[in-house]
């Protein structure tokens, strides 16, 4: 005989079994003591509870209640009581119900982070985009020797690049109006749109100088166009710019002539990066104060085969002290401090865990062997590679964040290719090296950890001494904590 | 499903509901009646959760305020008392929340049943009763808040289970398994604090 459950028994109290349950039960009942015995008990034990929790404070206070009620909504101002609205609430009442306000807060909080999570994603595609375009640009502007009429090679124009040695820089159009064969597919890369979407998009307006007897032939279209110059549109498609009534002509902006050799004893200034960080007031002073020292008289030579470089002798180089010989750490014998301009940059949020106080807490002074224009020596394609890199590595010193870090420590390793055995494959390999750490130092994981000790044990292998070499050694040390 | 309610908190329906919608039109008289009709259940209410006397007031008040603000959504023709026994239960929730504590066991039910019992009772009798008293009182506060609610809107007011799960909000089946477990769980506690088994 199965005896009574709890619920049963629960239920039994409560008079709420009906039927062939609460027969059945009873049927039970009178069968069973021990479920008379238990159900008397849970009984006994409600009302004893009631009595417990009951508690009547007199008629005095009920009296009272309601004029106690009525004076509290009367202190809170609270109006009268607005009778039901079936039908058409308005939107008003609808954003009064705190569950609809939490539902369209929730909504908009998916909204904006999807919003977020797009303009993220949109940037990091960014450089496939580009890619395209550049390597459709790169094809325009390498046309073979000779030069057709018009395409004037820039090393004829006494470019110092000469003198580096690099390979042979792409040809400049000057004028290959109207429209000559290899411009038609510039415009259909999309980069004579009519509107420039980008810096680099203007720069490739601007090497387009045209010949000025050229311009407005009988079948250009007048378009109108917000711009602060006025532009005509050709049979390529592509907006060329044209004189005002006036007889302003658009000229567009020349790059800017290059830095004559210095003179033994002329004092040589420190070249500003052209891609520059976001500095602290502080920050800013001190890499001002920098830049404009002068340097030694012998800044700019090449590196004596005596020795490499000493990082402290080229950080005194750098800010204009004398340059001792030192000892060099790793190599041995005398060294004499590195020769060649360096632009002076800071990494966000690197301390060196050296001494406190001074320079050091506000973290080392990287010396970049090489302003960003340093790749333009390099031949078309790694040169526009290493663009995008550079690019990309701005925008991930401005906003910071590892998945920005990933993609240009990623563009760098696309530009080693075209770096490789040649002088540029250090630095190359710092920024991707640098690249790893910083995006393992925003949001340490194990991959990014591995791969960041790969590429900082990569660059080590083959770096010269100087600031970037022990910047890469802290790193792994730190990496290795 | 339908146990006979042991006392009655409602209005005759034909009645509330003219009171309701009278309140609803801006009657003042018409809701201060349903305060007056209502203001011992509901008090009930809250004093058997929180088992103090201030607490009790305080929610009792706070939970014809709060009806007189949302009675404009109330729909006319339902039993009023689950709604206002709604307020009343997830005020004194709200009440348990901002305190982050469980409230404490108050003496003054025993200090008004001293004052109703009478001289001529027996001495032992009456410690025998106050002992009970307090060990039930001891045992339902280390009930969870669910099932002290089950338990007063059942045991102290005489709702149906229907009421009451139209006051909780939940299906009338697990009204059904929750009482159970409920009173389970306090015959437990009372025989662990009586030191008998389980």
């Not at chain 1, 563009?411 to 630095?427: C, H």
């Amino acid at each position: 005989m199965s005896h009574l459950t709890d619920e049963q028994r629960s239920a039994l109290a409560d008079g709420a079994l009906e039927g062939s349950a609460r027969a059945a039960a009873e049927r039970h009942l009178e069968a069973c003591a021990g479920c008379r015995a238990a159900l008397a008990e849970l009984v006994a034990r409600d009302r004893a509870l009631a009595s417990t929790l009951e508690h009547d404070p007199g008629d005095d206070y009920f009296a009272s209640f309601a004029g106690r009620v009525g004076g509290r909504i009367r202190a809170a101002g609270l109006a009268g009581a607005q009778a039901r609205e079936p039908e058409g609430r308005s939107l008003a009442d609808w954003f009064r119900a705190p569950r609809k306000l939490a539902l369209v807060g929730a909504v908009a909080t998916v909204v904006a982070g999807a919003g977020i999570v797009m303009l993220v994603t949109r940037e990091m595609r960014v450089p496939a985009l580009r890619e395209q375009e550049l390597e459709s640009r790169v094809a325009q502007e390498a046309p073979p020797a000779p030069s057709p009429p018009g395409i004037q090679p820039e090393s004829q124009s006494g470019s110092p690049r000469e003198t580096r040695g690099a390979p042979p820089p792409a040809a400049k159009l000057v004028a290959p109006l109207p429209a000559a064969e290899p411009v038609a597919p510039l415009a259909a890369a999309g980069l004579a749109k009519g509107t420039a979407r980008s810096r680099d998009d203007s720069r490739a307006k601007a090497d387009i100088v045209p010949r000025e007897p050229a311009i407005a032939p009988a079948r250009e279209l007048r378009v109108p166009s917000n711009r602060a110059y006025e532009v005509r549109r050709n049979e390529a498609g592509e907006d060329v710019p044209v004189g005002k009534p006036d007889g302003f002509v658009y000229r567009p902006p020349q790059a800017a002539p290059a830095p004559r050799p210095a003179a033994p004893g002329e004092p040589v200034y420190a070249q500003k990066p052209r891609y520059a960080m976001p500095l602290t007031a502080e920050k800013r002073a001190d890499a001002l104060r920098d830049g404009a020292r002068p340097l030694p008289a012998d800044a700019g030579a090449p590196v004596s085969s005596a020795g490499q470089d000493a990082p402290a002798a080229s950080a005194k180089a750098a800010r204009g002290e004398e340059s001792k010989p030192v000892a060099a750490p790793l190599g041995g014998g005398e060294v004499t401090a590195r020769k060649e301009l360096a632009a002076r940059v800071r990494v966000p949020g690197f301390t060196d865990g050296g001494s406190r106080g001074g320079r050091a807490d506000r973290g080392p002074a990287l010396q970049v062997r090489g302003t960003p224009e340093a790749f333009d020596g390099l031949p078309a394609q790694p040169r526009a590679l290493a663009k995008n890199a550079q690019r990309l590595t701005t925008v991930a010193e401005t906003i910071g964040l590892a998945a920005a870090w990933d993609s240009a420590a990623t563009a760098w390793e696309r530009v080693i290719e075209g770096v490789q055995g040649g002088p540029l494959e250090s630095e190359t390999r710092f920024q991707i090296a640098r690249g790893r750490f910083m995006a393992w130092q925003r949001a340490a994981s194990g991959k990014r950890g591995t791969q960041a000790g790969q590429a900082l044990r990569t660059f080590l292998a083959h770096a010269p001494l100087g600031a970037e070499r022990d910047s890469a050694q802290v790193w792994l040390a730190r990496l290795k904590q | 499903m339908k146990p006979a309610p042991r006392r009655s908190s409602q209005l005759e329906p034909g009645r509330e509901a003219g009171l309701v919608r009278a309140a609803q039109g801006g009657d003042q008289a018409a809701f201060t009646e349903i305060v007056r009709h209502f203001q011992r259940p509901v008090y009930r209410v809250a004093y058997a959760l929180t088992r103090n006397a201030s607490d009790a007031d305080d929610l009792a008040q706070e939970t014809f305020v709060r009806a007189y603000q949302a009675i404009g959504r109330f729909r006319a023709g339902e039993p009023l008392y689950p709604w206002l026994a709604r307020i009343a239960v997830n005020l004194t929730y709200s009440l348990f929340r901002q305190r982050k504590r469980r409230p404490e066991t108050s003496i003054e039910p025993l200090v008004e049943a001293g004052r109703q019992w009478a001289a001529d009772d027996d001495p032992a009798e009456r410690a025998a009763e106050s002992e009970q008293h307090e060990r039930l009182a001891a045992a339902f506060a280390e009930l969870s808040h669910e099932h002290q609610a089950v338990l007063t809107l059942r045991v102290v007011e005489d709702l149906s289970y229907d009421d009451i799960a139209r006051t909780l909000g939940v299906p009338a089946g697990t009204v059904m398994s929750r009482l159970s477990r409920a009173r389970a769980e306090l015959r437990a506690r009372l025989q662990a604090r009586s030191g008998e088994g389980p």
